[in-house]
């Protein structure tokens, strides 16, 4: 499938479809950025389990824990239009490296702090500032960096980080809940901000010029006017801004599966194991999702994004209407299948429409908008429950999800936007 690699030297074709599907990895640099991925959603999973054990142990108390939590996300949104526009003015590598060992040391040190038992409250939530701002920098970058070292192979690099995050969205919280009982919270926290030491360490395993890449400005700009570059990269494309729009209202309604879904598993399935039998057959779907995008290439991508994403949350109607439990997690297999599809080839459409040297700020741009509306969403979702009752809040919510998904495909540059080769490269300056 690949002739050759980043470096220039040959590859074997691969001998059968399953090899096929991984020829992509190839890729000399493609195998760094996907290994570093890898590894910092792994970690990502553990500190799901180990700073909630950690904040219990500490104080006990719930309202610290959301605290702490909320401090992480507020930081990932607001920072993240900033980490998009450095990492379109500097090295992508030299930023994700910057950006992980920076949230190495803040897990170092609070994992410290609770080790020596001197932790507190405030020195945990600006751990988590400092997690959720470093990852403000490293996504974008991540995103800017792999349209570069895929080349026009970014849907099959996408489609790899897709099932990565599948995987490590089922291994991270096991482990993590393994590491707490074994080990305890804080010496989980540390093995946590080890995982960021080895993304960055596999980062500066990259070679060429491609690690090093600095896009080249004909004059140069301001930190304000590339912030308007990247807002005008966005309203100047109606597929673009239009798509995320209507992401953003979906996300908006989709908050409130994760704050009711579990109540409703507790009133009729059961309690937690329902609801988490629920999360593992999403997961399962994304690993089918992202493994069916390894050799699917739509002619429409954006059609066919939003056609396999928008009953994503159909599977939440169901379970308002008290389905049987395997019928439900049939869907959630579709759901997770099709929100993986859905979001491999809109990350795929936005690296082979965007210019490189702007698609941090546009990654920075989608990110701060749909990720900012779910806390507003799941913070509505409990008081609609309260007015109207858990299911029909619930089937609302999801019901308006999978209408507002499907707008999308009335506007017709989404429609009718085809697949096309990446963007060339701007001129390349040493970093």
């Keep these: 499938m690949f002739a050759r690699t980043v470096d220039d030297r040959p590859v074997d074709k691969p001998a059968n479809r399953v090899t096929a599907r991984f020829a992509v990895l190839a890729l000399r640099d493609l195998r760094f950025v996907f290994a570093s991925t890898l590894v910092s959603d792994l970690g990502d999973g553990i500190i799901s389990v180990a700073l909630a054990f950690a904040v219990l142990d500490l104080t006990g108390s719930v309202t610290d824990l959301g605290i702490i939590v909320a401090a992480r996300f507020v930081a990932q949104v607001l920072v993240m239009i900033v980490g998009g526009v450095v990492a379109d003015r500097l090295s992508r590598r030299t930023v994700m490296v910057a950006a992980d060992l920076v949230r190495f040391a803040g897990q170092l040190t609070i994992g410290l702090l609770l080790i020596s038992g001197h932790a507190t409250v405030l020195e945990l939530a600006l751990s988590q500032v400092l997690i959720g701002a470093g990852g403000s920098f490293f996504i974008p970058a991540s995103s800017g960096l792999l ?122 399935y059961g309690g937690a194991p329902a609801y988490a039998s629920l999360s593992v057959c999403f997961a399962v779907g994304m690993l089918i999702g992202g493994s069916a995008l390894l050799r699917f290439k739509p002619k429409h991508p954006l059609r066919a994004a939003f056609l396999a994403g928008a009953p994503a949350l159909v599977s939440g109607v169901l379970l308002a209407l008290h389905a049987p439990i395997y019928v439900v997690g049939l869907f959630q297999v579709t759901a997770g299948a099709g929100a993986t599809a859905c979001n491999a080839m809109w990350w795929t459409t936005m690296q082979q429409n965007v210019p490189r040297e702007a698609m941090s700020r546009v990654i920075s741009y989608e990110y701060a908008s749909t990720l900012s509306i779910v806390p507003v969403g799941a913070a509505l979702a409990g008081p609609l429950a309260h007015a109207i009752g858990v299911s029909p809040a619930l089937a609302i919510c999801c019901g308006a999800a999978v209408a507002i998904n499907f707008t999308a495909l009335a506007v017709r540059d989404i429609r009718t936007l085809e697949t096309r080769p990446a963007q060339p490269a701007a001129p390349l300056a040493s970093a």
Excluded at 156 to 179: K, Q, R
Aim: hydrophobic letters at 55%; one cysteine or more; a neutral charge.
């Design 147 to 268: 349209q570069t070292v895929a080349g026009d192979h970014v849907q099959e690099a996408n489609a790899l980080n897709v099932i990565a995050s599948s995987g490590s969205s089922m291994l991270g919280p096991a482990l993590g809940g393994l590491l707490v009982v074994g080990v305890g919270a804080d010496w989980a926290l540390i093995f946590d901000g080890a995982s960021y030491l080895i993304s960055a360490l596999l980062l500066a395993g990259m070679s060429g010029a491609a690690a090093m890449a600095v896009q080249r400005k004909a004059e140069p700009s301001t930190f304000l006017a590339d912030l308007r570059g990247g807002f005008s990269q966005i309203s100047s494309r109606r597929w673009l801004w239009s798509s995320i729009v209507v992401m953003t209202l979906a996300n908006l309604f989709g908050a409130a599966f994760p704050v009711l879904a579990p109540l409703i598993c507790r009133q009729h």
